[in-house]
């Protein structure tokens, strides 16, 4: 299925009933194609609001939700920014439109690979991509601007607030279950951080150390 003028209708009213509303967000949701990041059985519910499973255990997550955390992250274009949990690709590359340098890490070195492939496809050349363990962010590139965490911590991790820029902005999703999770955005103050709850959301966990694949 193709990235079609019904589907790109349909798909941007339902971002825009979840509450996204600034047109920078909408704008470049609009011309990165999920569909490219999905492959085999689920590639026809590319453009559907809802999250897909990809290989190595993890997911694509809906389209709101990337919209939502991208809109909370307030990315400028000369801003550097860190995603832990790269998975599919599909977040890297929204950011990638919205900053001037994005670092993305994944602990499976099969999603790095296939995400770098569309990455090159789409000619992102802004986006640098590692197999690391994301708990520990990127010491040698800190500090950043901005950081995006896709999976759930228990509670936001010490390396990444510490590679956060003052004035610097983390959303990261926090939460001791898969059930009960919310989206916490922090802000980096001369005097310390500040953090604002914005809503509930479900995502796999943030496990330490590299995949077995």
Known sequence: MNFDADAKMQFLFA????GVTDKKILSVMERVDRGDFIQGYF???AYEDMPLPIACGQTISQPSVVALMTQALQVGPR???LEVGTGSGYQAAILALLARRVYTVDRHRRL????S???????LSNITAFT????????DQAPFDRIIVTAAAEDPPGPLLAQLKIGGIMVVPVGQSDTVQHLIR????EDGFEYDELRPVRF??????????
């Open 43 to 45: 590639t026809d519910r």
């Open 79 to 81: 801003d550097k920014v």
């Open 132 to 139: 690391a363990d994301g708990s520990f962010g990127l010491p």
């Open 117 to 123: 492939k569309v990455f090159d496809k789409m000619e």
């Open 186 to 189: 922090v802000t980096r103050h």
């Open 204 to 213: 796999v966990p943030l496990v330490e150390g590299l995949g077995k694949d």
């Open 112 to 115: 790095i690979r296939a995400a």
């Open 15 to 18: 971002l825009r009933s979840k």
